[in-house]
């Protein structure tokens, strides 16, 4: 599936298409495949893997802390069965804020899923991941824990909730999606 790199901050967008270009001249196809997301679509991935309880305390926390518009997105996005595939919960990823991009590799035509597999010596993944610290992105692959080798970000901050407050996670999310 192909994304609107247009969705993204135009700044991060245009590194992205730069980092993609490096990958290709080295002989390794990124293909994006997330990129804006929103709170309810990040929802439906948190829940996903995840016991009822723990929904339902997330869902009480954020009610209680005043982020209605969060706890509501989580009520939305309904009963969700899948593998782990993300710890943030809808707000808390730069998916959102269009500061975010997932890409898988291309080898043969095909998605390339593996982080063994090499070619020319070396992963796809793992040239993806170097290329973009060298570009002075964050990779998901280079995180001491929860590797996630098909995302990068622009920021160096893991969670919007390390640079803001949950509030102003909430008001602005519901700035940018809200009805």
């Not at 998916?95 to 035509?109: K, S």
């Amino acid at each position: 599936m192909a994304i609107d790199l247009n969705l993204l901050d135009p700044a991060f967008a245009a590194q992205v298409t730069r980092l993609l270009q490096k990958c290709s001249s080295l002989g390794y196809e990124m293909r994006p495949y997330a990129g804006m997301r929103s709170p309810i679509e990040q929802a439906r991935l948190w829940r996903q893997s995840r016991p009822i309880e723990e929904i339902k305390a997330k869902i009480a926390a954020f009610d209680a802390a005043g982020a209605n518009f969060l706890a509501s997105c989580l009520r939305k996005a309904g009963p969700q069965n899948g593998d782990h595939v993300t710890d943030a919960p809808p707000g808390y990823s730069w998916h959102q804020w269009g500061e975010a991009v997932d890409v898988f590799w291309v080898v043969g035509g095909k998605a390339q899923w593996s982080t063994r597999t090499l070619i020319k010596g070396r992963n796809g993944y793992r040239v993806y991941a170097d290329a973009a610290a060298a570009m002075g992105l964050t990779a998901g692959g280079l995180w001491p824990r929860f590797k996630d080798w098909p995302h990068v970000q622009l920021r160096a901050t893991g969670s919007p909730a390390r640079a803001l407050t949950l509030l102003q996670i909430d008001s602005a999310m519901k700035a940018r999606f809200g009805h």
